[in-house]
Each structure stands twice: as structure tokens, then as C-alpha cells.
């Protein structure tokens, strides 16, 4: 299999939009043949603070364009990604050693990012009257202001799509960019990157930096007007502690060790089939996967069989074509982590209803799906995330236990309800803690809308991208209050006892006037 259906000088090409001048490299590997994809250039901390002059520089004109501006740009770079998707997939696969189609959900996720907040910005951010304090005395505006220029820190799990669900709202809100790629996601984040300055934004506007966090970390997060982070917990907890030194804002998007509850009116197969997606897909490399099913004992037979039926007959391919279910782990870290959860499990008494073993007949990074049972809490994979092709079942006697043991996590960022009835799913689903529960689907409802806030609670992170919210991370809120001038506000004591009867009659009239 080769390392990449890429053309050796587009790689080549690609890697000097790094910003960097430090004349070293580190080699990328490629998951599907552990050759050396390219060599990256690294950034140094003096990078670093060049990228954030220039995108400093290059914000207050882009702030100025106003939103019409920004919203056309956007809109070509829509249109660019979706005819450069070919490139896009060679890619994220070349990369990440997701199959085509698992790459294609990002390619397309990436374009629906950028075209919502295109449309979606001006509306959101020009702000506008508010209710005043004293109505028809006082008038109140809010204003918002663009904070500047957003740190960004993205992983190499899902580069296309999470980049963008960053990025994309802080370019439609006025900022600039300076991003710190992960060197195995950099190559589709320069890719990327590329579509949105040949559609019009400018170069400096949004930098990429690379290298080692320990090395240019500390600058990507000091130098910020406000901060995003996606990535493991412990990280996010460093992150966070840098930015509270300058009192910066932060998102993060943390880790997760997500539910799936089974109810007893589900259609088996049907339910094995969406679990098995849920569960492996991009290799579970996914922070919103899922790594937990509570199964009621009513259907448990009949869904364990459907499910490990469905697992085993995934087929794993290493494919530039729409030919494999499963692709490739990424790294050998990730092989490595992996293999260390499933043989601790199976040490500690686990059971193995499928899967279980690495595949190096296929590919040096390849692991089978897997399916543990009677994982116990002394198990690294109860209660730590794995990150992998791997999913602990239970069986419960009642949807409030499920209920329970779904909760009983430190981390809440996606869970999931497999029900018969839609009712029936809503219900258990507003009892579950997490950012985004799915009902009759395991990840994508909610990860893939993007008018709707996605984040994580408890340990899973702070703050919201997508949606509104995602928009108004970006900017600075202004209220403006003026005086109208019709009546005049009390300044000294009797003021006050001039004043108490006519401001009391006003509030009654307003009272009566709501009550119409």
C-alpha cells in the first residue's frame, strides 16, 4: 500500500506555508505503511511571536472589511473546499489512516462549518438594542468587538473538522488565527488552509505554527487574546492554567469515556449496526466515540450476538477507495495504548467477545475492533479513555441503572440512547450528564449540527463551539446606555422622594401594559 496517493511536490509545496525558520524537520509517518509521509518543518518560539505580529497586523483590516466582506470570502472558500475534496480525502487518509469514508464526514463537516458561519455571523454578532433599565428614559446598544488574535490548538485526530469548527467562527467573527497543527493532522490543516487564502483571506491572517508543545506551547497560549484547546484532560488543565495567568478566555474540548444505553424495545440488529459505527469508527480515534454500552438484560442476548457479528465482519483495509469499514490506528503510541487497555482487561478476568489482536498483515498500525465484557473498575479501560477500537458491555436490569452507571464517569462529553420510541429516548437522554446526547444515533447528530453548542461537562472541558455560541466566543461585548432626556434622573436625596410616585406610576403602567 503507498504511504499516499499525494504528488511528492504538493506535499512539498504545502509544507512551506509552516511558519518557520528554524531549517528542521520531523518525519511524518504514514498510518497505512509506516513510511515517512514527509518531513515538516518546526517552528521555533520566535516563529511563533512572528506569525502573531503579522496576524495582529493583518486583524485590524479584516475587522474592518465588515461582515458582508468576510461572508463572500467565506463562501468561496465553501465552494473551494468542496471542489479541492479529493485532495482533501488523500489527505486526511495520507495522515490519519481514516478510510474514505470516515474521511469524507470530514471534508464535508469542514465545508457545513464554514458555510453556517458565513450566513450565520452578521445576525449572531451585530448587535443591537437591549431592554433598558428605566424604559423610554434610558436607551441601551450592545456592541461587539472582535477579541483579536485566537490561539488554536488542534490534535491530529480529526484535523479538517476540528480546525474548522475553531478557526472558521473566528475568521466570520473578525479575528485572526495563529494555529499550532499537531505534525501528524499539519499536512490537511495546511491543505485546508490553503482553500480559505485562495478564496481571499490573507496569508497572515491565519498562520500555522508546529512543534513541541513543551517547546512552543507556552508562546501559542501566552500571546492570545483567548485560547481553544482540543485535546487530552491533563493537557487542557495546563492550558487553562496559562491562560488564567493573563486572564485569558478559553475554550476546551476535553476528553471522554462516553455511554451508550441499549433499552429493551430496540430492534437488535438495527441498534448493533448503529453501535458498531459509533464505537469504531475512525478507529475510535474520536473524542465523541463510544467506549461504553449499557445493555438492558431484556434484549442482551439478542443484541450482544447481533453486535459481535457486526464487529467481526467490519472489514479493515488500508484503501484510497470506499472499499474498507475500518481503517488504521495513526501512530504506534496509539497501537501501543491500545493493545496495553485490552491486554489489562483480559489479565484482570475481561472477557473477549471480539476483535482482540493487532492486524500488521494489513498494516503496522492495524488493531481489530474489539468488544470486551466483565470489565471491572480496576480495568485501565473502565474508567480511562482508550481512544481506540475498543468498547466494554454491560448488562443492566433497569434504565435507571443504566442511568446510573452511565453518570458515573468524571468525564461528560457525549453520551447516547438506543430506544424504540423516541419519548422514551428523550426521557432517559435528559437525565444523562454530557454536553450532547444522542438519541437512536451514536455521535453524529450532534457533532455534525452545527447551528447547535457542542462541549463537554464535569471533566470534559469548558465552553461551547458550533452554533451561536460557538460565534460569540470570539468577540467582546460592549453595552452602551445613553439618557433620552425625557425625564431626568435623580441626582441628590429629594430628587429621589420628587421622583419615587412618577416612577412608581410608570411601573405600574408597564406592568398593566405586559398583562394585556
Known amino acids: 500500500m503507498p504511504a499516499s496517493t499525494l504528488d511528492r511536490p504538493l506535499i512539498t509545496d504545502l509544507d512551506r506555508d509552516v511558519s518557520s525558520t528554524s531549517g528542521t524537520t520531523v518525519d511524518v509517518i504514514a498510518p497505512f505503511s509506516g513510511e515517512v509521509l514527509h518531513r515538516l518543518p518546526v517552528s521555533t518560539h520566535g516563529d511563533v511571536l ?10 485590524l483590516a479584516w475587522a474592518r472589511a465588515g461582515f458582508a466582506r468576510r461572508r463572500a470570502i467565506l463562501l468561496r472558500a465553501h465552494d473551494l473546499l468542496l471542489e479541492r475534496r479529493e485532495l482533501l480525502l488523500d ?43 428605566i424604559p423610554l428614559v434610558i436607551g441601551t446598544r450592545v456592541h461587539y468587538r472582535p477579541k483579536g488574535v485566537v490561539g488554536v490548538i488542534t490534535p491530529w485526530n480529526f484535523p479538517l473538522s ?60 501566552n500571546q492570545a487574546d483567548y485560547i481553544c484547546f482540543t485535546g487530552s484532560t491533563a493537557t487542557g488543565r495546563r492550558v487553562a492554567a496559562q491562560a488564567a495567568e493573563n486572564l485569558t478566555g478559553v475554550s476546551l474540548e476535553l476528553g471522554g469515556n462516553n455511554p451508550l444505553i441499549v433499552l429493551d424495545d430496540v430492534d437488535p440488529a ?63 503510541d496509539q497501537l501501543e495504548r ?97 454536553g450532547s446526547v444522542n438519541v437512536n444515533e451514536g455521535y453524529r447528530g450532534s457533532f455534525s449540527s452545527v447551528d447547535a453548542p457542542m462541549g463537554g461537562v464535569k471533566h470534559s472541558g469548558l465552553g461551547r463551539r458550533n452554533g451561536p455560541e460557538g460565534l460569540l466566543r470570539f468577540v467582546d461585548a460592549t453595552t452602551v446606555s445613553h439618557a433620552t432626556g425625557l425625564l431626568q434622573l435623580p441626582r441628590l436625596g429629594r430628587d429621589f422622594a420628587r421622583l419615587a410616585g412618577p416612577l412608581l406610576l410608570l411601573a405600574v403602567v408597564l406592568r398593566a401594559i405586559r398583562r394585556r
Open 91 to 133: 489527505a486526511v487518509q495520507s495522515e490519519t489512516g481514516k478510510t474514505r469514508g470516515q474521511a469524507f464526514e470530514e471534508v464535508f463537516q469542514a465545508a457545513s462549518v464554514t458555510r453556517y458561519n458565513a450566513l450565520s455571523a452578521s445576525g449572531v454578532l451585530r448587535g443591537g438594542r437591549r431592554r433598558a433599565a
Open 270 to 332: 438495527k441498534a448493533a449496526a448503529d453501535a458498531a459505527y459509533a464505537c469504531f469508527s475512525s478507529m475510535g480515534q474520536l473524542c465523541v466515540s463510544i467506549e461504553r454500552i449499557y445493555v438492558e438484560r431484556g434484549v442482551a442476548d439478542d443484541f450482544l450476538r447481533e453486535f459481535t457479528a457486526r464487529t467481526t465482519s467490519l472489514v479493515l483495509g488500508a484503501g484510497f477507495d470506499y472499499s474498507a469499514d475500518v481503517g488504521s490506528l495513526t501512530s504506534q
Open 162 to 221: 476540528l480546525a474548522a469548527m475553531d478557526v472558521v467562527p473566528a475568521l466570520a467573527a473578525g479575528c485572526g488565527v495563529v494555529q499550532k497543527a499537531d505534525s501528524q493532522g499539519a499536512l490537511s490543516i495546511l491543505a485546508l488552509r490553503r482553500a480559505y487564502i485562495d478564496a481571499g483571506v490573507p496569508a497572515a491572517l491565519w498562520a500555522v505554527v508546529t512543534g513541541d508543545g513543551t517547546e512552543i506551547g507556552g508562546a501559542v497560549t
Open 338 to 434: 491500545v493493545s496495553a487497555h485490552v491486554q489489562d482487561a483480559l489479565a484482570k478476568g475481561a472477557t473477549l467477545l471480539a476483535g482482540g489482536r493487532a492486524r500488521p498483515d494489513i498494516g503496522p498500525f492495524f488493531f481489530e475492533p474489539t468488544v470486551l465484557g466483565r470489565v471491572t473498575p480496576d480495568m485501565h479501560c473502565y474508567a480511562n479513555e482508550t481512544f481506540g477500537p475498543v468498547v466494554a458491555v454491560s448488562i443492566v436490569d433497569s434504565e435507571q441503572e443504566a442511568i446510573l452507571v452511565a453518570n458515573d464517569s468524571e468525564f461528560g462529553l457525549n453520551a447516547s440512547v438506543f430506544s424504540g420510541s423516541t419519548s422514551r429516548g428523550l426521557r432517559v437522554a435528559s437525565a444523562l450528564e454530557a
Open 50 to 59: 512572528e506569525a502573531y505580529s503579522g496576524a495582529r497586523l493583518a486583524q
